[in-house]
């Protein structure tokens, strides 16, 4: 029997459901499935724990077409928010199945994980609060601003650079709290790395200062630990200099640097 005759059907056994989170573009996955055990769909695993989809909703608004995904408290994938939250998209999908039949119903990404707490019981458990992909077309566009900085984020389309040609990758030596420490840093003068990003354990966070073998980081790291390995990106202060020497990207710089002090169309008008 087909996914819609057994959705249709009266009387043709339980669905189970599926949840899959997905870090960015990246590989790193959260698979859990809504059943008594462990469910093999498109050769991936998801994990059967305690998961409990909310209702769909079909809306005008995206308040009433968002989802949520009831959890454990200690469920993996909501823990982490209680340090922060992904630097990147966290994109999902729901999927709901009758035996080997699977049909995906929903799609969104995730836009907030709440904590709650039972007065009466002391049971805890968390709540992933999905926004649909419809969400993005009610959202005001992206606009350039007139400029003496580049307006545009480092490694985009727009600004050109290509990441993988400056990456660079070594081994952490220490870790105290979010500050890591390794040799490759030092490779730099400092302030290379600030504004970069380092990735370790497939996890990406900004970098908020370097000075010598030292990289502060932004926000925490569950985790990491000293012997890691970790790539490592430099960043941008968006001023054409740094375009131009750092990235050799000056033609495509976005910004304005010869924007006159003075407004010609005042009574201080450039002569």
Known sequence: ?????SERSLAAGVPYELHEFQLGDSGTYWR????????V??????????????????????LRSQTVVKVDWRNPFAWQYTV??????????????YGADVAAIYRGDV???????????????SEIVIDPVTAAMQRSGLMTRY?????????????????????????????????????????????WWAGGDIVVNGRRRKIVDHAGNDVVISPA?????AGQPFDVYPGCDHLIATCHTKFGNRDDY???????????????GIL
């Open 84 to 97: 922060a939250a992904p630097e990147e998209t966290v994109h999902y999908v729901r999927y709901k199945g």
């Open 41 to 62: 769909y498109g050769g991936h695993a998801f994990t059967a724990c305690y998961c409990s989809g909310g209702r769909i909703e079909q809306g005008t608004t995206v």
């Open 32 to 39: 859990y499935a809504d059943a008594p055990v462990d469910v």
């Open 1 to 5: 029997m087909a996914f819609w005759d």
């Open 254 to 268: 976005r910004g304005q640097p010869n924007i006159p002090d003075d407004d010609p169309f005042s009574q201080w």
């Open 147 to 191: 400029s003496r900085q580049c307006g545009v984020e480092l490694y985009s389309e727009l600004c050109g650079v290509l990441r993988s040609g400056h990456k660079t990758s070594g081994t952490l030596d220490s870790v105290s709290g979010t500050t890591l420490t390794s040799t490759a840093f030092g490779e730099e003068d400092d302030g």
């Open 111 to 125: 836009a907030d994980v709440v904590f709650r707490q039972s007065d009466r019981k002391g049971t805890r458990w």
């Open 221 to 225: 790291l569950p985790g990491v630990a």
